[in-house]
């Protein structure tokens, strides 16, 4: 019931009323807005180190986060992590919205100062990996929008799938990948992802027991010591889907995230970029598919990327059986 009410009410909601280019693209600009919105927010937590959510409701939902010795601000999410994933998405949109030339300005500012305030924003919610995110989802756009294909694209979910496909297994080179990272980064950083790679084994071995479906809930997917006290720390959503609920579970959510990707970008090749408003949607996609990314590594749920999976699949169930021509007045 938990599932349902979390992935399938958002996903439905898509499905009816974001089905078509249109709806799509004013989620794509209403998640803009959204990250603007949140810009007074943060620079207030960066200057006075005060929790917006804590100051308002009186309590706060997740420790104090420092990051580089300094406050990193969360505002009404979760922690910063996740606050880095939600800005992450929004200068995503905000960027191809400006590419695009769809928004020229916003209560008479222009569209330029605007991803000016929301990157330098972004860049001081200090989220190292958002940070990665937002670079090769650019990256990504930029490469199909200039030379036309969407290799960067599918190596990216070929590594996404790889990474998944070792843990799986029981193969995954974490002692290898830390030695060689060793070289490069901080011990004090390093620990933290070894521990993650420690306790990704044991669970992902717990896990193989009962494969299929997976061992349900109520702590069942974790590893305890004498007396009841658990050994194991759950901090990705595809080790948590996997323990509870199996293959079946994995497969069901990287399903719902990245299917709709592989299919637009198969029925809408950046060589069929002619209108701006695809270029929009293929960018959304490419969102969705870094936030899959993000759950490899985290466990962040949010409605708004599941309601964009809905509503991206729509429009291919809709579209895919008619002529690219015939899509122009769809467009509008």
């Known amino acids: 019931m938990g599932r ?19 709806g799509l693209r004013q989620l794509a600009i209403g998640i803009f807005l959204g990250g603007l919105a949140y810009i007074p927010f943060c620079l207030f937590e ?45 200068s995503l949109m905000g960027v191809v919205l400006w590419k695009t030339k769809t928004i020229k300005q916003v209560k008479n500012i222009p569209i330029t100062w605007l991803i000016t305030a929301l990157l330098i924003t972004f860049i001081l919610v200090k ?31 070929g590594a996404t799938f790889v990474y998944l496909y070792l843990g799986v297994v029981g193969d995954f ?36 027991e009962q494969i299929l ?16 006290y658990a050994i194991t720390v759950t901090d990705s959503l595809w080790i948590i889907a996997f323990g509870q609920n199996g293959l079946v579970g994995l497969i069901s959510v990287f399903a719902t995230l990245l299917t709709p990707v592989f299919s637009f970008w198969f029925f809408y ?26 759950n490899v590594l985290n466990a962040f749920y949010n409605p708004v990327f599941i309601l964009g999976s809905g509503g991206l699949t729509g429009i291919l169930l809709n579209q895919k059986l008619q002529s690219f021509p015939a899509r122009q007045s769809v467009l509008r």
């Not at 909601?13 to 280019?21: K, P, T």
């Not at 090749?269 to 993000?294: E, Q």
């Open 46 to 90: 960066v200057a006075t180190h005060i929790n917006t959510h804590g100051l308002i409701y009186r309590f706060t939902v997740g420790a104090a986060d420092l990051r580089y010795g300094s406050y990193r601000p969360s505002v009404f999410q979760r922690n910063g992590l996740v606050l880095g994933t939600w800005m992450m998405f929004a």
């Open 269 to 294: 090749p950046p060589a069929s970029w002619s209108h701006p408003t695809i270029v929009i949607i293929a960018a959304f996609a490419v969102g969705l598919a870094m936030h899959a990314f993000d």
């Open 4 to 22: 349902t009410v979390e992935w399938g009410g958002p996903y439905f909601l898509g499905r009816i009323y974001l089905n078509n280019f249109a």
């Open 213 to 228: 479906f997976g061992w349900g809930g109520f702590g069942r997917n974790m590893l305890y010591k004498e007396g009841g």
């Open 127 to 157: 989220a190292t990996g958002a940070t990665f995110l937002l670079l090769v989802a650019i990256a990504i756009v930029l490469t199909a929008l200039w030379y036309g294909t969407g290799s960067l694209l599918w190596l990216f979910l």
């Open 173 to 208: 080179p974490g002692q290898e990948i830390i030695d060689f990272l060793g070289q490069f980064v901080p011990p004090d950083r390093l620990q933290s992802l070894g521990f993650r790679f420690m306790n990704e084994e044991m669970l992902s071995a717990k896990a193989r």
